[in-house]
């Protein structure tokens, strides 16, 4: 069964990459054939992630050890901290794949053929051991995405790839400059580059990682997370992308940045403590604050959505700070959670809008409203969606913004309440934005476009492609312990290695790595 897990596992990263290649090679194929083979690609990670819950697949623990034995940078397993995210991705990337599916655009094969490899690529992200594989497949999903909003996009969308490539590759040659210097403290070469070798050569190193080695990994991380003030990219990217990748993108692949915050920073570079731990906290806080103020002045639902994500990110970021700067377990655990559920509530906005765009062939709210009286399934899925976003009970994200808030019960009262008031300030626009939308009068524009070209409610497939989004979000908003117990005890064990990280070396009191980043046997 380990044997089976392992090569599934491994299926389900390479079939979007192999089906992308064969879409891309094979542009002549009828086009049964290619909504046929790009469905496989997307649907087979999705199916692998639903065998996985089955009592039969094997008990939690071996899953979470699953490992794939190949070349170094071919190296996957599961953990704790990532298993959650790669299930996340695979439900995000089957409902952009059934939005790609369903649209009409120029050189589909091509089109589909990308989306894949983004997809595939964004999987491997979550599911490799190796560091420097972790790299390779971030980039390799980069780089569709790149082609997609330069080719794909909407208005301003070469201004807004341009601004993308410059701020995710300098983020990431950042990020990398300080693993690479981890690397070469820890006495680590490229073939043995795993998180748990980084993990335990920088505890046993007797050299101290230079200064400025966890700033560069920190804020070059961040910026590939949209960390203020490296944020600026995010919503015009976003917006100007086509919108499954916009969903693949802001709802997973940013999580990269987040990810390799926990797994390779937190526990080692004392990213909390002294001044690098202020700037961290400041930050973050900007990101709730700032972004969030941003997003009331927005008059455009594509750009609200995009500016939105960035604010979300600002509870995610403050966990991290609190579970690195005070040993609270509670901080990473919430925050893990958080990444998830923003990652589903997030997609399901991003393809409902598109929806209300198709419709009503604008995103601007001044020529928006009364839309629920012509499309009532859409307005009640898009109601759904912004109050998962909010954080309402019943959907994955109130969990994680509940944990956030009480990780950070023994900050000051004027943090906690100033981080409490982003609450408000999101249900504010939110909350704006569904009454804009979709109630009161009907707008000059909806009602002209109806008369001239009538439109109808949400079709099938994209119905299908909300309840797998939202179906999710309510799934671990029911039952968090699906996400908490993969993640509980590699949360605490980075929480306490920070704290260690920090303190002077003690030899009497070993320092064990993180559960999530121990070595495992390969499954043969």
């Keep these: 069964m380990e044997s089976f897990n392992a090569y599934l596992l491994a299926s389900a990263i390479f079939a979007p990459v192999v089906a992308g290649l064969l879409l891309i090679a094979g542009r002549i194929l009828p086009r049964n054939w290619v909504s046929g083979l790009a469905f496989v690609g997307f649907a087979l990670p999705a199916a692998a992630v639903l065998w996985f819950l089955l009592p039969a697949s094997g008990p939690l623990d071996a899953l979470l050890r699953l490992r794939f034995t190949g070349p170094w940078l071919f190296q996957l397993g599961l953990n704790g901290l990532s298993a959650p995210l790669f299930a996340m991705t695979a439900a995000v990337g089957l409902a952009a794949g059934l939005k790609a599916l369903i649209q009409d655009v120029e050189a589909r094969s091509t089109y589909l053929g990308l989306i894949l490899f983004m997809f595939g690529g964004t999987l491997a992200v979550f599911a490799t051991d190796n560091i420097l594989g972790f790299y390779f497949f971030h980039e390799f999903a980069l780089i569709p995405t790149f082609i997609l909003t330069l080719f794909w996009g909407g208005e301003g969308r070469r201004s807004a790839a341009m601004q993308m490539a410059i701020y995710l590759t300098v983020g990431a040659m950042l990020s990398l400059a300080g693993i ?18 980084l993990f335990q050569g920088l505890f046993a190193a007797d050299a101290p990682l230079p200064a400025a080695t966890g700033a560069l990994t920190l804020f070059g991380l961040g910026t590939l997370a949209s960390l203020f003030p490296f944020h600026s990219w995010a919503a015009p990217g976003y917006s100007a992308a086509p919108t499954p990748v916009s969903m693949l993108h802001a709802g997973a692949l940013k999580k990269f940045g987040l990810y390799g915050i926990v797994i390779v920073a937190a526990a080692s570079m004392k990213i909390g403590q002294g001044a690098l731990g202020q700037w961290f906290f400041w930050c973050a806080l900007a ?31 403050l966990g991290l700070w609190v579970g690195t700067a005070k040993g609270q377990a509670a901080g990473i655990d919430a925050a893990l959670f958080l990444m998830v559920a923003h990652g589903l509530s997030c997609a399901a906005l991003f393809l409902l809008a598109n929806a209300v ?134 949360a605490q064990g980075i929480a306490q290695a920070a ?7 003690a030899p009497a009191i070993p320092v064990q790595a993180p559960k999530a980043v121990a070595p495992a046997p390969s499954a043969r």
């Excluded at 704290?499 to 070396?505: H, L």
């Design 180 to 197: 690479l210097i981890a690397m070469q403290v820890a006495g680590l070469g490229w073939g043995d580059a795993t998180f748990a070798a």
């Design 357 to 490: 765009r198709t419709r009503a062939g604008t995103y601007r709210f001044e020529e928006l409203g009364g839309l629920a009286a012509r499309t009532p399934v859409l307005a009640a899925f898009f109601v759904a969606a912004t109050m998962a976003s909010i954080g309402l009970p019943g959907f994955g994200n109130f969990w994680g913004e509940v944990g956030v808030f009480l990780s950070l019960r023994a900050e000051p009262l004027w943090v906690q309440a100033l981080v409490a008031s982003t609450v408000v300030i999101s249900a504010i626009y939110a909350l704006r934005a569904v009454a804009t939308v979709f109630f009161g009068p009907e707008s000059k524009q909806v009602a002209e476009r109806a008369a001239h070209a009538p439109f109808g409610d949400l079709g099938f497939t994209e119905r299908l492609a909300a309840v797998v989004l939202l179906g999710a979000s309510l799934t671990i908003g029911f039952c968090p312990s699906l996400v908490t117990r993969c993640t509980n005890a590699d």
């Design 499 to 505: 704290v260690r990280s920090s303190a002077p070396k």
């Design 287 to 317: 990101n709730l604050v700032v972004v969030g103020l941003i997003c009331v002045a927005q008059r455009d639902l594509k750009q609200l959505l995009s500016w939105s994500s960035v604010a979300h990110m600002g509870p995610i970021f």
